[in-house]
């Protein structure tokens, strides 16, 4: 085999062991009957217990990867022993990468994108603003990119940043989808509060 055909298998091999543990929220999220009670891709999100869902959902889709990353684990390590080592060695490398970022999350890392934490506290805000006084008289609490806003009033809620949602990317194809890989579904902006 020539040196050019291994460099191939291999990256083939990363690359297929890269995307297909995050097939569950990259792809599974993104069909038209699981997006139509929100608004499409830039627009924010007002608060509802939809989105609420949507967010226990994706949390559950982060999570299931783990499941999925067991076929090129073992996908892989067959390929090493019986057949050709260069693109086994390559899916066992990407899919083992990523097993090592999920357990890391577990342990004590950086957090997932999508926390039953965060679901609770839209859901608190949405709470407050129905049933208590809120900002304004008119409350309409919505999730844009850097936080809960209401946008009635423009008053802040929370400084949560929204992470990707399994809503279709308003980029071409390709860019969004690339887009998507790089960032693992967390949010595109930090906020100085979370450097801490």
């Not at 990523?98 to 859901?123: K, V």
């Amino acid at each position: 085999m020539s040196l050019i055909a291994g460099v191939g298998s291999f990256t083939l091999g990363c690359c297929i062991g890269h995307i297909l543990p995050r097939f569950p929220y990259l792809l599974l999220s993104r069909t038209k009957g699981f997006n139509t009670r929100f608004p499409p891709h830039p627009e924010a999100i007002p608060l509802s217990p939809y989105l609420t869902q949507r967010v226990l959902h994706m949390r559950m889709f982060y999570w299931m990867g783990l499941v999925v990353v067991v076929l090129p684990l073992a996908v892989g390590l067959a390929s090493v022993r019986w057949g050709d080592a260069t693109f086994g060695f390559g899916l066992w490398i990407a899919s083992g990468w990523y097993l090592l970022n999920r357990i890391q999350s577990l342990l004590g890392g950086q957090a997932p994108p999508w926390t039953r934490d965060m679901a609770t506290e839209l859901q608190i805000i949405l709470n407050q603003e129905e049933y208590s006084d809120g900002c304004c008289n008119w409350t309409s609490p919505y999730w844009q990119v850097t936080g809960v806003y209401c946008v009635n009033c423009n008053s802040k809620l929370s400084d949560m940043a929204r992470p990707d949602l399994g809503r279709k990317r308003s980029e071409r194809r390709p860019f969004g989808f690339i887009r998507l890989l790089l960032s693992d579904g967390y949010p595109m902006v930090s906020l100085p509060d979370e450097e801490e």
